[in-house]
């Protein structure tokens, strides 16, 4: 029985050995926090994308998706907030001139405690952490490293610096002289891009509220520690949706999103008892409701999406900083409002490690005769990288040959591959691995009567079909139709 921190190390190597996620810059020994997607990895990439997408603009009529710059003006940060309270509490060890966020060091001694059996003293940690992040005391938190004696996990020394704030925005110049040039942030989430579109889009589209506003794009943070892969990276990518609303009906809509959005994630069919809601207590100053859909990695339960009603803030902020009106008027009641907004924000490389998570296993598949396994990755068929794979038995007797032709005629409506080195049973072990749900074998028999085997990943039963059906059944099983209608 493996443990969980074994299980993740194998579901890295995994994702490695496959092709799905190299870390960046390798040769040059990598970049921290900075992932590159490999040929297996952008393809489940793009088609988690494209469910996302399918879901959100496709199937509902009042929304819309946008694709905006990653640079903005700069004082759209100062309107959102970020400029002066996107931080978060760092430390420095003096010895080994190592920076730790300071609520992680904190939260990795109560962890320790909770180990130990010393629950009493861990709950008391947890509840003076709390109130020195609610109060942003950050002298408190010093105090508090100090009181139980935290040490730097490299020098071992408790030789630390003062807490500061630390601003996790990345910032360049922009313009080619240095003195008339204009500090700008790479942005840190998309929703802003959607914010300052709001009147462009609800315009030209004739948006009535309500109505939405999708964006997948690039997102950049300068977190002080990353760890956990694709957990908490620097560049990572977000699928986000600003849901705007008449203000007073927000939080029926927050409770409608709330629950499409777990709906989107069970209709893969992961293990449900793996997700669950986690409500905020504490609510940022300009929301008011926002739950967390976490699932339990290998590292315990973690956000992978947040479901914020974040009020009028957003716009009114940009009303004021921009000095252009941000109102709709509503034919209905006959009045002019700044809408209240629902939004839903997904990290897409959590949501990838999620789906990698979900689908990993090394199966067993021993009997009494024989010792024997396979890795597989179980990815729901609509988001496989790969959807079938064609095998001639042999390569001669113009297997080959018919193969192909099997290929192209597949291949215009789906990411197909062809195999011919190997055994079979090596062939497919080799797309098990990367979770191709279906393996297609030409035989001598396909030459006389057009019919082949189909082989199913996870039962990994097999069933001969005529040449003719293969169009009709990859749609069945690998087609978006039956995953889209689920969310009906
Ligand atoms: N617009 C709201 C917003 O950005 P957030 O909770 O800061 O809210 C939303 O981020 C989602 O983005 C998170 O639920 C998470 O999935 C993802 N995310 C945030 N920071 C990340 C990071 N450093 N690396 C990977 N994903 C991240």
Same mark, same amino acid.
């Given at each position: ?57 496709? =199937? /509902?009529?009042?929304?819309? +998706?946008?694709?905006?710059?990653? !640079?903005?003006?700069?004082? @759209?940060? &100062? #309107? ?118 709001? =009147? /462009?889009?609800?315009?030209? +589209?004739?948006?009535?509220?309500? !109505?939405?506003?999708?964006? @997948?794009? &690039? #997102? ?138 979900? #689908? ?129």
């Amino acid at each position: 029985m493996k443990t969980n921190d074994e299980l993740f190390k194998h579901v890295i190597s995994h994702a490695k050995e496959y092709g799905f996620v190299f870390p960046s810059s390798e040769i040059y020994d990598g970049l921290s926090a900075v992932y590159d997607y490999g040929q297996l990895g952008a393809e489940l990439k793009n088609n988690i994308k494209t469910y996302w997408w399918k879901a959100m603009v496709q =199937l /509902n009529e009042n929304i819309v +998706g946008i694709d905006s710059a990653i !640079f903005m003006h700069p004082k @759209i940060w &100062k #309107a959102s907030g970020h400029v002066d309270g996107f931080n978060d509490p760092m430390i420095d060890n003096k010895d080994s001139k190592k920076r730790y966020r300071a609520d992680q060091l904190i939260e990795d001694k109560i962890a320790r405690y909770e180990k130990d059996g010393k629950t009493d003293k861990a709950a008391k940690l947890q509840s003076d952490l709390d109130a020195a992040l609610n109060e942003d005391d950050l002298g408190r938190l010093k105090s508090i490293i100090e009181e139980h004696e935290i040490a730097c996990p490299i020098s071992g020394t408790k030789n630390w610096t003062e807490v500061r704030q630390f601003n996790l925005m990345f910032s360049t110049q922009m313009g080619a002289m240095a003195d008339g040039s204009e500090e700008v942030y790479l942005r840190p989430e998309t929703a802003q891009g959607i914010f300052v579109n709001f =009147l /462009n889009v609800q315009k030209t +589209g004739r948006m009535k509220i309500p !109505f939405g506003i999708a964006q @997948i794009g &690039k #997102a950049f943070r300068n977190e002080v520690i990353a760890r956990q892969f694709i957990m908490r990276m620097r560049e990572f990518e977000q699928m986000e949706m600003q849901f705007f609303v008449r203000p007073g009906t927000e939080l029926e809509w927050y409770q409608k999103w709330k629950e499409t959005r777990l709906k989107w994630h069970l209709a893969l069919k992961p293990n449900a008892a793996k997700y669950r809601y986690h409500d905020h207590v504490k609510l940022a100053h300009y929301a008011n409701a926002a739950v967390d859909i976490e699932y339990d990695f290998p590292f315990g339960f973690k956000e992978v999406e947040g479901i914020h009603s974040r009020t009028d803030f957003d716009l009114s902020q940009h009303q004021q900083f921009s000095g252009k009106k941000m109102q709709y008027f509503d034919p209905e009641i006959n009045q002019n409002y700044i809408p209240y907004v629902i939004e839903t924000s997904i990290g897409l490389d959590r949501m990838f490690l999620t789906t990698l998570c979900n #689908a990993y296993e090394e199966e067993d598949l021993s009997t009494a005769e024989k010792q024997d396994s396979r890795s597989v990755l179980h990815l729901h068929p609509a988001l496989a990288p790969i959807k079938a794979a064609v095998f001639p038995l042999t390569k001669k007797d113009g297997l080959p040959e018919k193969a192909r032709q099997v290929m192209d005629l597949l291949k215009i409506d789906y990411n197909i591959i062809y195999e011919e080195k190997d055994a079979i049973g090596k062939r497919y072990r080799r797309q098990d691995a990367i979770g191709t749900p279906i393996c297609i074998t030409v035989d001598h028999q396909s030459l006389t009567d057009d019919t082949v085997t189909i082989r199913h990943r996870d039962s990994m039963e097999q069933e001969r079909v005529a040449i003719t059906d293969l169009e009709r059944i990859l749609e069945n099983i690998v087609g978006w139709k039956p995953l889209l209608q689920s969310l009906l």
